[in-house]
């Protein structure tokens, strides 16, 4: 489980990195409560969380996943870590 002085320090690191916010505002007008495709329960938080795991997982050679400039592809790929932190399966 993420700790809480790593939850807030990943949080700012966020917020104050302009290409994350508008990729974390476009993540939301998809998943957000009010979005396209609503997921339940979703939140600011848990999308910022989504998104620090996956910039975790793009720097990581052997997952071959790769930054896409925040494209369909990585907010799909956001969608589905919302969902598995929701599901309890990611924390």
């Known amino acids: 489980m993420i700790n809480m002085i790593e939850a ?3 949080c700012i690191a966020i917020r104050k990195n302009p290409i994350l916010v508008e990729f974390r505002n476009y993540v939301l007008s ?10 339940e329960s979703n939140s600011v938080r848990r999308t910022e969380q989504a998104i ?4 975790k997982r793009c720097s990581d050679p052997s997952l071959h ?4 400039g925040g494209d369909s592809l990585d907010r799909e790929r956001v969608g589905f870590i919302i969902e598995d ?3 309890d399966h990611l924390v």
Not at 65 to 68: E, F, L, R, V
């Open 8 to 10: 807030i320090s990943n």
């Open 52 to 55: 620090q795991e996956y910039v």
């Open 30 to 39: 998809f998943y957000a409560y009010d979005g396209l495709y609503p997921i």
């Open 65 to 68: 996943q790769t930054w896409g």
């Open 85 to 87: 932190i929701l599901n």
